[in-house]
């Protein structure tokens, strides 16, 4: 049984695709949080032959690993068909020269439901995308089903306070649901442990746009296919005086004569490690702090 924040993935399926040809232009904030989580690549040795890119979009991050990783076998999984056949005709042309063992795949499916055989992939990679499920333990016991031993899972999500002042003010509009559910950092580092990650590092950093009006706000989260996917969300159309008074809900945030939309990241990594690197006790410890 769903509830009404359970996310509708035909409906994700659908916006991103229909997003995928100007997804790029718009992706400002996806595509720097991307670079930042690259960075935290550069403290680890890693030399993986295999990488999943979970949620590749348009294969933005993919081309990041590839020049971080050039000799790896990158996947480029995708629940948006839309997106991968975005992400495939941005590669170069030479591409389709290199032995089939070392070209790049593409693989449309869900993250909660991983086509990949057990102990396949090195590395899984995911920017901006494990938002969009909706069972953690379906989705890190699948990732670490895939991982091989000593695999590393790195990511990022939106936590709680991400879009605070679209929810606020659609709070004052009706009782349907027009923000997605994020889930607290200390979840998630519960949820890796559950199965069976170890020394899951966690981390948050706020990012604040600024917009000269909402229907600005608004054309954003189209641009990129962030569109409402909950279960209880309106499905007509907003009418004019409700949009009116959705606009005056949000004036009150208004700083410096400019609107915010927040945006919480969480930066995450855990290891499918060998059982002998917990702590003598069979217990893990997860460690948490805040990106200056």
Not at 9 to 30: E, N
Not at 52 to 71: Q, S, V
Not at 217 to 234: C, P, Q, W, Y
Request: net charge positive; hydrophobic share 40%.
């Amino acid at each position: 049984m769903t509830d009404a924040l359970s996310i509708d993935k035909a409906q994700v399926r659908r916006a991103f695709s229909r997003a995928a040809a100007g997804y790029d232009h718009a992706a400002v904030l996806q595509h720097e949080v991307c670079r930042r989580l690259g960075e935290k690549l550069d403290a680890m040795r890693l030399d993986p032959a295999r990488i999943l890119d979970a949620g590749a979009g348009t294969g933005y991050g993919g081309r990041l690993l590839l020049e971080r990783f050039p000799k790896s076998r990158l996947v480029e999984l995708d629940i948006a068909e839309g997106m991968l056949h975005t992400a495939r005709s941005a590669q170069p042309g030479w591409k389709r020269w290199l032995p089939v063992a070392r070209r790049d795949a593409y693989l449309c499916a869900d993250l909660e439901n991983l086509p990949l055989a057990a102990g396949t992939m090195d590395m899984v990679w995911s920017n901006l995308a494990i938002q969009w499920c909706n069972d953690p333990d379906r989705l890190f016991s699948g990732l670490h089903r895939v991982l091989s031993q000593d695999g590393l899972l790195i990511f990022t999500t939106f936590g709680p306070d991400t879009l605070k002042e679209l929810r606020l003010a659609f709070g004052e509009l009706d009782g349907f649901t027009h923000v997605s559910r994020f889930a607290d950092m200390h979840d998630i580092g519960d949820a890796l442990m559950r199965n069976g990650f170890a020394a899951p590092v966690m981390e948050m950093e706020l990012f604040t746009l600024t917009y000269d009006g909402l229907r600005a706000v608004m054309a954003d989260l189209k641009a990129i296919g962030a569109h409402n996917a909950t279960e209880g969300r309106r499905r007509g159309l907003t009418g004019k005086a409700e949009w009116r008074r959705l606009e005056q809900a949000y004036e009150r945030f208004r700083r410096e004569g400019k609107l915010p939309a927040t945006y919480e990241v969480i930066y995450g990594h855990a290891w499918k490690a060998e059982p002998s690197r917990k702590l003598p006790d069979g217990s893990q410890v997860v460690r948490f702090r805040e990106r200056p």
